[in-house]
């Protein structure tokens, strides 16, 4: 079965600075992963995806994650956050060696607050 | 830009009621899914659907919920007798292919009293 961790429940970072949102996953073969982020009452919008190839992908509004394999993390990452990226932000992974219904799993999520 | 659309955004009921919640996935879509979100917490699956059945259901999916697409256009989302702990924000969401990402709506909130 497959799994997500974010392992902090929030990421506090000042604006102009990096940032880090960490997600490590468990499945059973090759993963895809996601990323997406959710402002407060709106559903989640989709960020950046890893299927196969190229470990870095690039997304939305900046964002980038690392796919690594060895240690089975796909960290989220931007080289100079924004107050408007404080949200609540979703790894999540799908296992395509699953079920028929390719469900996608996700993590706890980490709520990033960027102070300006 | 195609989008999911949900109806009610919000829905009071009373403990024992039955509810409907009720999505238009984005037209050419192939995969469909509801989740749930307690409280801005986790988000998590409830049932997926492909082909006019369901594919994979949750252990949260018991017999109180239903799913259907009657029509080709809704996808819809039945609890038979709400419970006080159904309060959640239901979310739908619907993906073209198996690589691809999901695209939710805004959910629909469910509050039971």
């Known amino acids: 079965a497959q799994s997500v961790a974010q392992p902090e429940d929030q990421v506090n970072v000042a604006e102009g600075n990096p940032l880090t949102v960490k997600c490590t996953y468990s499945v059973s073969g090759n993963p895809y992963l996601f990323w997406y982020v959710q402002y407060p009452n709106r559903g989640l919008q989709f960020l950046l995806k890893y299927i196969t190839g190229d470990n870095l992908v690039k997304g939305s509004y900046g964002f980038e994650a690392e796919f690594n394999k060895s240690q089975t993390s796909f960290h989220l990452k931007k080289p100079s956050a924004l107050v408007s990226d404080s949200a609540l932000y979703f790894c999540?992974?799908?296992?395509?060696?699953?079920?028929?219904?390719?469900?996608?799993?996700f993590g706890a999520g980490t709520r990033l607050f960027v102070k300006a | 830009e195609p989008e999911v659309t949900q109806t009610p955004s919000h829905q009071v009921t009373q403990m024992g009621q039955e509810v409907i919640l009720r999505c238009v996935p984005i037209s050419n879509h192939l995969y469909f899914y509801w989740y749930r979100q307690i409280l801005g917490q986790k988000v998590e699956f409830l049932v997926s659907f492909y082909n006019n059945e369901i594919s994979e259901k949750s252990e949260i999916f018991d017999d109180q919920f239903s799913v259907e697409r009657p029509d080709g256009s809704n996808f819809t989302l039945k609890i038979r007798s709400t419970k006080l702990e159904d309060s959640a924000m239901y979310f739908c969401?619907?993906?073209?292919?198996?690589?691809?990402?999901?695209?939710f709506g805004e959910g629909s909130r469910l509050t039971v009293l």
């Open positions: 969401a619907s993906m073209q292919g198996t690589t691809g990402e999901l695209f």
């Open positions: 999540a992974v799908r296992d395509p060696q699953g079920t028929g219904g390719f469900k996608t799993i």
